[in-house]
């Protein structure tokens, strides 16, 4: 564990050490650390006895923790939400997609105290979106453009019995709202269903997946209307190269929401 200087440090737990939570430990454990914030329990399906904390299950995650990070497939994260909830917890989730698989889950948060926290993973603009909220979004577009292979098993793939080493140039997969596109590419568009949450939700915000053959990084376009602006962001990313539908960028932005909980001074 890492010494913070606070008297009373939050407690962190963090389920699923991938990719994404392994990196989100090491943040919490390097020197000098994250100011406030401690590793105190993680819960994942296999042992990891470099994480020198206890292992546990989801339930005693909520109990023994001040704060949870979710660092899940979309699937187990009703799972999780519902323990953190029992115990009033704060949850960050970053497979925002399971937020629009299961809208359930933002009804059971309304029943309790805790707050869910949304980190904006590989994208980029959305301080500029939620501004763009308040005068009344008119269209909002995410076009995602990823190697073939960060698209392995995804449902509609398989569904659409898509041969993705077969493509040789830039192929448009699908084309849909944020909603649709969240349950046939649950691993893969994240972004897509952060950019509803924070804009004119899931029906409204539409959606490009495009497989491109020729591209090494994950890149995200956002076009945003207004009566009054246009915002148009594109970020590349790379690959994590431990999880190739994640960019390294999705744990990074965890990262910073954590880093965020204790300053006294928040830009965007």
């Not at 109990?63 to 949850?91: G, S, T």
């Amino acid at each position: 564990m890492t010494h913070t200087g606070f008297l009373n440090p939050l407690k962190v737990g963090v389920a699923g050490i991938g990719a994404i939570g392994r990196t989100v430990c090491q943040a919490l454990t390097e020197t000098p650390g994250l100011e406030g914030l401690i590793l105190h329990r993680f819960a994942d399906q296999k042992s990891h006895p470099d994480l020198h904390v206890p292992q546990v299950d989801f339930s005693a995650l909520a109990q023994e923790c001040d704060l949870i990070v979710e660092c899940l497939p979309a699937h187990q994260v009703p799972e999780l939400a519902k323990e953190a909830f029992q115990y009033n917890r704060d949850l960050i989730i970053i497979s925002s997609a399971a937020l629009l698989l299961t809208p359930d889950i933002l009804e059971w948060q309304k029943a309790c105290s805790s707050r869910i926290f949304i980190p904006s993973g590989a994208l980029a603009g959305l301080d500029g979106v939620k501004a763009m909220r308040e005068m009344g979004i008119e269209s909002a577009l995410i076009s995602s453009f990823k190697p073939p292979k960060g698209f392995e098993g995804a449902p509609y793939i398989v569904q659409e019995k898509i041969d993705l080493s077969a493509l040789t140039e830039k192929t448009l997969l699908f084309s849909g709202n944020a909603l649709d596109a969240s349950q046939a590419f649950p691993a893969n568009v994240n972004v897509a269903a952060t950019l509803s949450l924070a804009g004119i939700g899931p029906k409204r915000t539409q959606v490009e997946v495009w497989a491109d053959p020729e591209t090494v990084s994950n890149t995200h376009q956002i076009t945003v209307k207004t009566q009054f602006s246009t915002l148009t962001s594109r970020i590349e990313n790379m690959p994590d190269p431990a999880n190739p539908k994640s960019s390294v960028l999705a744990a990074r932005s965890i990262i910073a929401t954590l880093r965020e909980r204790n300053q006294s001074v928040v830009v965007g």
